[in-house]
């Protein structure tokens, strides 16, 4: 493909060489340069693409695309300066893998949390409603039934724009894409044409990267920004930031709420762990998923579903049939019924909203056991907050280790301990090994008791000094349920 095509849309601020020249590849990993290659100087949280430019060029990068221009220049190369060179790269990834998001209708979904859980139910339903789909998710991505692995919520532009164009060639006429706040931050979905976005909810998360809650907010809210009047933005109106979202959008806005008036309207009429029993728009339904929270995220699914002009009749059958995204509140219960919940809740938000829809649905002579975790190398200021949160919404709790990362888990364990008020420490345990926490908690529950493993959820790996070791929670919590048979 030509550079000049490549180009296009590009706010070049200085140009030095010829535009006229055939591109091989796009590339922002200095060590894939390869002959003809475009290589992109991008200002990354751990270095700086620019010191690597002369290097590119000796790989045989023919075209640099910088927010500096070298001082020393060559002469065979050509030189494109930008204002941002992560948002050419993206506007650049669209264009040379042909603009496939403008060749399906692409629907973004953020928020804190439900994100998941959303778009792998628009996946499952639209393929059950008959269409060509594409999933790009946290836990997998899906071209029809073909799975791909995940590596981050949301891809980089390169290797995102190329599951495009595979979907545009697999015939998907939808795509449901997780947009994380770092994407949207990082330029990851610069150059994409969404045709609707949707919002779940925004909650303590992520601080360690945006610095305040307040960064946050306007990371989420800039992907609504940016959609285009073509678009619909569907909002959950019961969040308090949910209106802030679609303040200076030009997409059609839309609403959904459990409790006021909205564009779709759900009423929880009963909440057991067989599921959900909903009024939704005046329909009387029963779904497999349970909890409020999922009220709100079956209540997202079928308002994109209204707006992407399906079968109100044949979105709610489907949905009544569907099960949610692997590691969300999924349960199991062993032979002495005790109750295991796998969940992926890794916020203090999210962790609360599984205990209370256990407290909902328990019968009231139970224990709640919790065994919570938090992530190394993250956000250290949601530790104590966790901690708390799951000691005042259990019975007993045990800390332990997530993935420590670089961190050592006992620091962790120490940091979530500090939100362990006086009452609570006489129910709560600290065991820094995950496994034994798992068969503790297994040791002191009784027939009838409810067993929650939180913030791991569909991952298969915990990781320690920056390597990952197989660890499913589910694997370990059914290993020690049969033991117990």
Same mark, same amino acid.
Request: charged share 20%; aromatic share 8%; proline share 2%.
């Given at each position: ?111 804190? +949390?439900? @994100?998941?859980?959303?778009? #792998?139910?628009?996946? /499952? ?6 269409? =060509? $789909? ?113 303040? +200076?959008? @030009?997409?059609?806005?839309? #609403?959904?709420?459990? /409790? ?6 759900? =009423? $929880? ?217």
């Amino acid at each position: 493909m030509q550079l000049q095509e490549v180009l296009y849309g590009v706010a070049i601020t200085n140009l030095v060489g010829s535009t006229n020249r055939e591109v091989s590849a796009l590339v922002f990993d200095s060590r894939q340069v390869v002959k003809d290659v475009v290589f992109f100087a991008v200002k990354g949280t751990l270095s700086d693409g620019h010191a690597f430019i002369q290097a590119t060029i000796e790989a045989g990068a023919s075209v640099i695309v910088c927010e500096t221009i070298p001082e020393v220049k060559n002469e065979l190369v050509t030189y494109v300066e930008v204002e941002n060179s992560a948002a050419a790269l993206g506007i650049m990834a669209s264009n040379f893998y042909g603009n496939p998001s403008s060749k399906l209708q692409l629907i973004g979904i953020t928020g804190t +949390n439900g @994100k998941t859980t959303i778009a #792998t139910l628009l996946f /499952k339903l639209f393929r059950e409603l008959g269409y =060509k $789909v594409g999933l790009i998710s946290t836990v997998e991505n899906h071209i029809n039934d073909e799975v791909i692995p995940a590596t981050h919520t949301t891809p980089n532009p390169l290797a995102l724009n190329s599951l495009l164009q595979d979907m545009v060639a697999a015939d998907c006429s939808y795509c449901f894409m997780e947009v994380s706040s770092h994407a949207v931050v990082q330029h990851r979905i610069e150059g994409l044409s969404f045709s609707g976005g949707v919002f779940s909810n925004i909650t303590h998360d992520h601080l360690d990267f945006h610095l305040t809650f307040d960064n946050y907010i306007k990371a989420k809210k800039a992907f609504f920004d940016v959609l285009p009047k073509s678009a619909f933005a569907l909002t959950n109106l019961d969040d308090k930031n949910g209106m802030v979202m679609l303040q +200076n959008t @030009k997409a059609s806005k839309k #609403t959904y709420a459990l /409790k006021q008036l909205a564009d779709f309207k759900a =009423k $929880v009429i009963e909440n057991s762990f067989s599921g959900l029993h909903l009024d939704i728009d005046g329909a009387d339904v029963f779904f497999k998923l349970v909890g409020s929270f999922n009220a709100y995220n079956l209540l997202a699914v079928y308002g994109t579903a209204m707006l992407l002009e399906q079968d109100q009749l044949s979105v709610l059958t489907v949905l009544s049939r569907l099960t949610g995204a692997e590691g969300r509140f999924e349960y199991i219960t062993s032979t002495q019924n005790i109750i295991g919940i796998i969940d992926y809740a890794h916020t203090p938000d999210a962790v609360q909203n599984v205990l209370s829809t256990i407290q909902d649905i328990r019968k009231g002579t139970e224990q709640v056991i919790t065994i919570i975790g938090c992530g190394g190398d993250r956000d250290k200021t949601k530790r104590p907050i966790m901690a708390q949160v799951a000691c005042d919404w259990s019975d007993k709790v045990i800390l332990t280790s997530d993935n420590p990362r670089t961190e050592n888990p006992q620091t962790i364990v120490e940091d979530m301990e500090k939100g362990v008020s006086p009452t609570n420490k006489r129910k709560t345990l600290s065991i820094v090994d995950r496994k034994e926490a798992i068969k503790t908690a297994c040791h002191l529950a009784k027939p009838g008791d409810i067993i929650l493993l939180a913030g791991k959820g569909h991952e298969k790996y915990q990781e320690i000094n920056g390597v990952r070791h197989h660890f499913d929670d589910k694997e370990v919590l059914m290993e020690q349920f049969n033991l117990m048979g």
